[in-house]
């Protein structure tokens, strides 16, 4: 089987942090907004909605807020959100009550069914574009301050960054767990062996050590077993309480 | 701009939930689950699964939780799940406590940045080899049950179905919301007003009108505020309660 261009981007796909000069034309910002439009939506709620944040201050209040120096620097910051106002807003000013917007169902359906879908699509879109970018989970570092800087109503929740532009590097394809380890047939593997990622292990501190003399040499296992998945930056766990705050999940308990 | 096939492709995307029967090759679905395994992931934990699902009584049990009658009849199909299992079990295994593998965050980056990318990356990628597919959100329906059909362990959660294969039928595309009410530049426009819907409800009326007549006839704006977002098919609630009982999402409350 010939791959074929879409495959071959996304077989090939690299995190993109570091962009030239410039912004997207016009033409390309709209052909990724009619792209995340175009996204699979979950019962045609369609309840989502994406900011295009180019104010300098607010890009510099989001950069604080996920303390990475490329956010907000080189190329287009786009924030995307679930957005359960508007059809609040629909059904209140129809003259119906909120039904099920407050509830996780309705909130995961939002979450999963175009906000991310739509990230990953647009990724996809601008990559197939020649352009390069980064998702950005950062921005939720202190989400009750995001929420602020944007200004947003309740029934709304920022939920990824993605910021795209023209590649300023051309950093090397990072190695991923083999398939099976993570794909399998009709039985989940509950026999897994830690140890049987040794071979990997050392694919991945041979791509640290080619990468960048000046990063940690650290093996997958390493990244499990260290600061990752142990010490949190304390705000993130507040995004349960500012979930709540704007409305959403309030059956969550 | 011209259109790259990726994007003509994205722009054209339409849900195929009729397929011939006819399976993918060996080939295909290893270049699919490579795509999957390729997709952006926070913090490089690779927090996901995702099986195949070939066993007929397995599909036959998703039939019956998601309740409709295309989920695993004729297509492949694949859970996408999110699994914090080997994660944990590379923790335990080498002698570390389990980090914060219980919090929503970490759950909320499984959940977002790898099983979510990952269903629109497999789904783009199946689109441009000429396939279509649909995504499931309706597994769902019955989480506890879904759980136990797949024999899950602790710290997973499957999320969503998707069913890809060779299209058998030509659908319409369907009118999603214009641009100017889902994306925004740096303000959020609190001051959205649902009879600005009334163009868009008569696009969305004709194209339920055209595409078939035994559909009942339905704006959006009758679609917010009817039984989607007023009624719950009554298991979908427990997700919270499965979420928790699979050991994720513990500091929720």
Known sequence: MELNETLKKQLDHRTIRAFKEQILS???LVTLLEVARHTSTSMFMQGFSVMHITDPKKRAAIRN???????GANGDLFIFMVDLYRNYQIRKQTGHDAGRVHTTDIFLQAYEDTVLLAVQNVLNAAESMGLGGVILGSINNDPAKLVEVLDLPKLTYPVLG???GVPDQAPQLKPRLPLEFIAFGNDYPKDFK??????????VQTYYDLRDANRRIDSF????????????SKK???QVKVLKAQGLCLDFN
């Open 65 to 71: 807020i996920s303390t990475q120096p490329y956010v």
């Open 236 to 238: 993130r766990d507040e």
């Open 162 to 164: 993605l910021q795209v």
């Open 194 to 203: 830690a140890s049987d990622l040794k071979d990997y292990d050392e694919v």
């Open 26 to 28: 016009q033409e390309q």
């Open 221 to 232: 296992t390493n990244q499990v077993i260290g600061p990752k998945l142990s010490v949190a």
